[in-house]
C-alpha cells in the first residue's frame, strides 16, 4: 500500500542551528512529494514540491528537500532555525492516480 | 488574489446533531478537496471534486457525511447525524489541476468541529 512516514512525531532544535526533518515514502513508482507547514490554527501552506529533474529543490522561507530515490527519502532542511518556524509540518506524496497521501506531521519546537 | 475561504471557523454541536461546512475555493479553480483532519494526525482525503462532478469519495462515510459543489464553485460538507469521532478540522483545499497528480493544493484555514 502507498504510504509516506515522518518517523519523528516532535523535533525541538535550538534557534539559529540547522534543521532535517524526516520524510519516507512507499510507492510502486516515484511519487509527487510535497513538504506543507500549518501554524496553529491555521491551513497548510506549500513549502515546496518535488516533481522530476534536479533532486535538491528549493523552496519558500529558506527551506529546501532533498530527493533520494536510493532511501525512499525526501528530508527537509534549513541551515538556520527561526523561532517564527515553530508549526508542525507534513510531508505528502501523489502519483497519477491523483490521491495525495499525508504523513502524520512532525511539530517542531525552537528554544531560544 | 484570494484565498480559499472556509466557514464557520468554529462549531460545537452535541452528538446525532446536524452540522454544514461551507467552502469557497480560489477563483478559477476546477478541483476542489475535502479533508478530515484528526487531531495528531494528517490530512486525510474524504472527497474530490472536478468542477461539479465527484473524482474520488472512496474515503467519505456516506452513511452520514454528504457533500456537493453546485455550479462547480462553492462547496458544501454535511454530517448528519455527527458522532464523537467526527470532531476534527476540516479542511478545503482546490487546486487549477495539471494532469497526473501535479497539482498544488491551496488550503483554507479549516474549520475545527467539536462534537459532545
Known amino acids: 500500500a502507498q504510504s509516506v512516514t515522518q518517523p519523528d512525531i516532535h523535533i525541538t532544535v535550538s534557534e539559529g542551528a540547522s534543521l532535517e526533518l524526516r520524510c519516507n515514502y512507499s510507492?510502486?513508482?516515484?511519487?509527487?512529494l510535497f513538504w506543507y507547514v500549518q501554524s496553529p490554527g491555521q491551513g497548510l501552506q506549500l513549502l515546496l514540491k518535488y516533481f522530476s529533474g534536479d533532486t535538491l529543490v528549493q523552496g519558500i522561507k529558506g527551506f529546501e528537500a532533498e530527493f533520494k530515490r536510493s532511501q525512499s527519502s525526501f528530508n527537509l532542511r534549513k541551515p538556520s532555525v527561526h523561532w517564527s518556524d515553530a508549526a508542525e509540518y507534513f510531508c505528502?506524496?501523489?502519483?497519477?492516480?491523483?490521491?495525495?497521501?499525508f504523513g502524520a506531521g512532525t511539530r517542531l519546537f525552537v528554544k531560544a | 488574489e484570494a484565498g480559499v475561504a472556509q466557514s464557520p471557523r468554529y462549531k460545537i454541536i452535541e452528538k446525532r446533531q446536524s452540522v454544514a461546512f461551507w467552502c469557497n475555493p480560489i477563483?478559477?479553480?476546477?478541483?476542489l478537496y475535502w479533508y478530515q483532519q484528526i487531531l495528531g494526525q494528517g490530512p486525510k482525503l474524504l472527497i474530490q471534486f472536478q468542477n461539479n462532478g465527484v473524482v474520488d469519495d472512496s474515503q467519505l462515510p456516506k452513511d452520514r457525511f454528504s457533500a456537493e459543489r453546485l455550479k462547480g464553485v462553492d462547496s458544501t460538507l454535511k454530517i448528519q447525524p455527527a458522532k464523537l469521532e467526527d470532531s476534527a478540522v476540516y479542511l478545503c483545499?482546490?487546486?487549477?489541476?495539471?494532469?497526473?497528480?501535479?497539482?498544488?493544493?491551496?488550503f483554507g484555514p479549516g474549520t475545527r468541529l467539536t462534537v459532545l
Open positions: 505528502a506524496g501523489s502519483t497519477g492516480g491523483f490521491k495525495t497521501i
Open positions: 483545499a482546490s487546486s487549477d489541476r495539471v494532469a497526473g497528480g501535479r497539482d498544488t493544493q491551496y
Open positions: 510507492y510502486g513508482a516515484t511519487p509527487y
Open positions: 477563483s478559477g479553480h476546477a478541483t
